[in-house]
């Protein structure tokens, strides 16, 4: 599941709703109400009752950026993975380069203005985020240099307002681990701020806490951090319980719920997890129930020859790079594991290999590499 740069630079529209400027839209409580509440609709894929909230803020303040940043916001999230979809991928960049003629027509090139910095950083951060998942690292990058400026002014910001323990949290421990996974960009990151692992998760629990627009993307995004990076998936569960308890709907949500539970051995409530994912029969949702099921008859039922099935089944699934990648991981890895077992040292570090080849959670690589 590639997240990486995007998660060190975009969403920070959540943010920019309760900035204290003096922006007339920022210090309009009723179009605040509004935009959060589309932002609900949208987490909980309600996206025509989205469309009709947004609408009302447009009425209110044509051509505003806000505007265009929803719009892209509910195009990403309704034609998931947008990557995919030509047609709707090109419409979702003109909608940020829109986002971007209206910020310098309201505010001015280069502008200090703490409401331009910020809707500055959530254009730039999903131009960002679609050259990362087209595998454009250093494009990618180049778009986060370009926010750079704006991560800045938002730690100076953090204690006045608790939405930006969101962006900063993210900043600190992104900026560290991104050139990690991805030696090709350091280059480009050498004249950033440094920052600190420890200090970013710290700064980001704590949005899950005192935020309100960001409550949910820290949570999304710290859940994330703790599995892919940091391989501590109970706590990675106790945040996306909350998410799939406030947005049902959204079964994005409900997967990653489902694999913490399961990394974290929480079998009972990752069955039944598995069991409402399975609804979900078209994308790439298949091939992650498939390899639920799998870890769930390997791990929980000490079942090989049922566990063997569901991973072969999963592997013949197709899945997508930005999403479920992982899995597929996870099955070779469970495919191996059961070969060990059965005493085929051979086959197991073929599948290994092959796990390799797909794997970027820490631990997967780290397992796959031990074994000899």
């Known amino acids: 599941m590639q997240i990486t740069l995007r998660s060190l630079c975009i969403w920070v529209l959540f ?3 309760t900035t204290q400027a003096n922006a007339q839209l920022l210090n309009d409580p ?3 109400k509004h935009i959060q509440n589309s932002l609900d609709k949208i987490y909980n894929y309600e996206f025509d009752e989205a469309v009709q909230i947004i609408d009302q803020v447009e009425k209110k303040y044509p051509n505003h950026p806000v505007s265009y940043i929803l719009d892209s916001f509910i195009l990403y999230w309704k ?12 419409e979702y960049i003109q909608k940020l380069d829109q986002c971007l003629e209206a910020i310098t027509k309201r505010y001015g090139k280069n502008s200090t203005d703490p409401e331009a910095v910020f809707y500055t950083m959530v254009a730039r951060g999903y131009m960002a985020m679609m050259y990362n998942y087209r595998g454009e690292m250093m494009a990618a990058a180049g778009e986060g240099k370009k926010a750079y400026n704006a991560f800045v002014e938002g730690f100076k910001l953090m204690h006045k307002n608790p939405e930006f323990y969101f962006t900063s ?3 600190n421990y992104y900026v560290e681990v991104y050139p990690e996974e991805h030696p090709i960009v350091k280059p480009l990151l050498v004249f950033f701020k440094n920052g600190d692992k420890a200090l970013g998760l710290k700064q980001i629990d704590t949005a899950t806490k005192v935020g309100t627009i960001t ?5 999304f995004y710290i859940s994330h951090i703790y599995l892919k990076y940091e391989a501590k998936p109970e706590k990675a569960a106790v945040y996306m319980e909350k998410l799939v308890d406030q947005y049902p709907r959204n079964p994005i949500y409900l997967m990653k719920n489902v694999e913490a539970q399961l990394l974290s051995g929480n079998y009972d409530e990752a069955h039944e997890g598995v069991q409402l994912l399975r609804k979900q029969n078209t994308g790439f949702f298949p091939v992650a129930w498939r390899t639920f099921q799998g870890i769930l008859e390997e791990k929980d039922r000490k079942n090989d020859a049922a566990a063997q099935k569901e991973y072969l089944l999963a592997l013949k699934t197709p899945h997508d790079d930005q ?3 992982e899995y597929h991981a996870f099955a070779y890895a469970g495919l191996a594991r059961i070969s060990a077992r059965a005493g085929n040292k051979a086959k197991a570090k073929e599948y ?5 080849g797909k794997a970027e959670y820490r631990s997967v690589v780290r397992e796959a590499k031990a074994f000899k």
């Open 15 to 17: 943010a920019l709703c």
């Open 30 to 32: 009723a179009s605040l």
């Open 79 to 90: 034609y998931l993975p947008i990557k995919d979809n030509p047609t709707k991928s090109k």
């Open 169 to 171: 949290g993210m900043y």
């Open 215 to 219: 409550k949910a993307e820290s949570c």
């Open 323 to 325: 999403y479920t990648k």
């Open 352 to 356: 290994y290999k092959k796990c390799l």
